[in-house]
């Protein structure tokens, strides 16, 4: 069974121009796919519905069965508890200490302090900063800085993971590490999904890809060059 | 799109258990709270210290007004016991007249003494009194009448003493007859209109204190918006985001009460020395009433509660329309 589902989904902005248009799609349990498609495509858009930034003028999305479009107050925040989001400019708050920062979503949900500090050494150690924990992010470069950001991120072990253009301030080398991190979080049963624009970095990830053109999809499945990048 | 729903069966069991954290948690979170509540108001003490005089302006006068009127009320009350009248008799009364009137009431139950000056004791204490001694050497006769000054029960009613002052004046040679109370009534009256400038005022400085606590407020939160904004992403409830405001608001709102506080008793050492010489001059000693600690905890309470509805206002409209990304 889907764990995520999108039926029909369209989304019209206020002045007209629409974001997505009548999108389907199914995510499986521990699945892993990417999004991709020019800038303006409706990659962070799908995103965004599903993180229930912003409601779609039309359609479902049913998480677990159950239609999170219209969740408001708790029960959305709860929602988002049990996910797990990256963005491309990390959204780190400069004031707090990386290890502050990772331990963010455990303070919400009332985590003791000893807890706290075991899943964040855990979230670090996995991210290879465990040795930054005191610093502040402005000493901190653009890659560490977002395997913070996906510090922060996988720290409640959410059961479902998203990612912005995660790599889009990245080198291809830097970028390739952090979608070997994104790939590792899905080997231990972690659905996740990714949009991005490298065209080639995602093409060798042999996963799912979805593209959208002008909010539609435009492909769905495992690119062919998978097997040509692996035999590589 | 019916066909989409039909497809997608939900599930009964909420996939996302809201999380229960224990009481350690909640009370670890308000010690947390509280600390970078006074990290952040010490790290602006100068707008701080702002915010503090507005509130504590705002609460001390209508505080003051009714200190003042407690005040009032409890001179009314300690004079009260005391009401009475004085009798003046036209110059020439003849004695049977005075004794006449000075039998009616020292018969009557609800007075509590009677006392009658005669012309010549009269013309004695205004010669103690005054510096028109030589003056009073070149008159041919005694220009003072007699007079008797009666003192009621503490119990007796306004309308029992004019009853009594309307039959006194009714008796041939009696001059004029002036009533105690009069004045009081007049200490009551301002009494009751500073009592009622007291709610007035109370609730316009009020609404201000929480204006301007809200205005502080709001401008902590745009000073924390990534913050609020990165909170909101990960899952922190609106109760989550507001605590810190509310934080704020109590912080301010108890400064306020506890500048308020220093305001009025400033003023009351400024006014004591004044104050004391008037109340002196209707024999009576300063004893000012209300300015207690019940009145100063009442203060800082009033404080606290105006700064965390201040509080309550910003952050609930400011988190409501909080826009993430």
């Not at chain 2, 009798?87 to 009431?105: K, S």
Request: negative net charge.
């Amino acid at each position: 069974m889907a764990q995520i589902e999108f039926h029909g989904v369209t989304k019209r902005f206020d002045n007209g121009q629409e974001a997505l248009v009548n999108v389907s799609a199914e995510f499986v349990e521990g699945s892993m796919a990417f999004l991709t498609g020019h800038s303006g495509a409706g990659k962070s858009t799908f995103l965004k519905l599903l993180l229930c930034l912003d409601q779609p003028s039309r359609g479902q999305i049913l998480v677990n069965g159950v239609n999170v479009t219209r969740m408001s107050g708790r029960r959305l925040a709860h929602y988002r508890q049990h996910l797990g989001a990256v963005f491309q400019d990390h959204h780190l708050l400069s004031h707090r200490s990386v290890y502050d920062n990772v331990s963010l979503p455990l303070r919400i949900s009332g985590m003791k302090e000893k807890d706290i500090a075991r899943r964040v050494r855990a979230a670090l150690s996995r991210v290879g900063l465990l040795e930054k924990e005191r610093l502040y992010p402005r000493y901190l470069s653009t890659g560490e800085q977002q395997r913070i950001g996906i510090a922060r991120a996988v720290v409640t072990r959410p059961k479902i993971l998203l990612a912005d253009e995660p790599t889009g301030n990245l080198d291809p080398e830097l970028s390739r590490d952090i979608m070997k991190l994104f790939e590792q979080f899905n080997q231990v049963g972690t659905t996740v999904i990714v949009a991005s624009h490298d065209r080639d970095l995602i093409e060798s990830m042999g996963v799912r890809i979805i593209e959208l053109d002008q909010g539609m999809i435009v492909r769905d499945g495992v690119d062919t060059r998978v097997g040509e990048a692996a035999d590589g | 799109m019916a066909e989409a729903q039909a497809q997608a069966p939900r599930r009964a069991s909420d996939p996302w258990p809201p999380v229960r954290p224990g009481i350690g948690a909640w009370w670890r979170d308000h010690v947390r709270i509280g600390r970078e509540t006074v990290h952040f108001i010490s790290a602006r003490l100068g707008t701080s210290l702002l915010v503090w005089l507005l509130v504590g302006i705002a609460l001390a006068l209508p505080a003051g007004l009714y200190l003042i009127q407690q005040n009032l009320s409890a001179m009314t009350a300690a004079w009260d016991g005391r009401p009475g009248l004085t009798a003046y008799f036209e110059l020439g009364a003849d004695a049977g007249t005075i004794e006449a009137v000075q039998a009616r009431l020292s018969g009557d139950d609800r007075v509590a003494e009677v006392m009658v000056t005669d012309p010549d004791s009269a013309l004695d204490e205004f010669r103690q009194f005054t510096d028109l001694a030589d003056a009073l050497d070149l008159l041919e006769a005694n220009p003072l009448p007699a007079s008797l000054k009666a003192t009621l029960a503490a119990e007796v009613t306004v309308e029992v003493l004019t009853g009594m002052t309307e039959e006194v004046a009714a008796y041939d040679g009696v001059a004029e007859v002036v009533v105690e109370k009069t004045w009081l009534e007049r200490v009551s009256d301002i009494s009751a209109v500073v009592s009622r400038l007291g709610v007035i005022l109370g609730v316009l400085f009020g609404v201000g204190a929480i204006l301007v606590t809200s205005t502080s407020v709001r401008l902590a939160i745009e000073a924390r918006l990534e913050e609020l904004k990165v909170l909101k992403l990960i899952g922190a409830t609106e109760r989550q985001m507001r605590r810190p405001f509310l934080y704020f608001g109590a912080f301010y709102g108890l400064g306020g009460g506890l500048i308020a506080a220093m305001l009025i008793s400033l003023c009351l050492v400024i006014v004591e020395a004044p104050l004391s010489s008037l109340i002196g001059s209707y024999s009576q000693e300063l004893d000012l009433v209300g300015f207690d600690p019940l009145f100063l905890g009442s203060l800082l309470l009033i404080g606290g509660v105006l700064g965390v509805l201040g509080a309550l206002m910003a952050a609930t409209s400011r988190l409501r329309d909080l826009e993430i990304l």
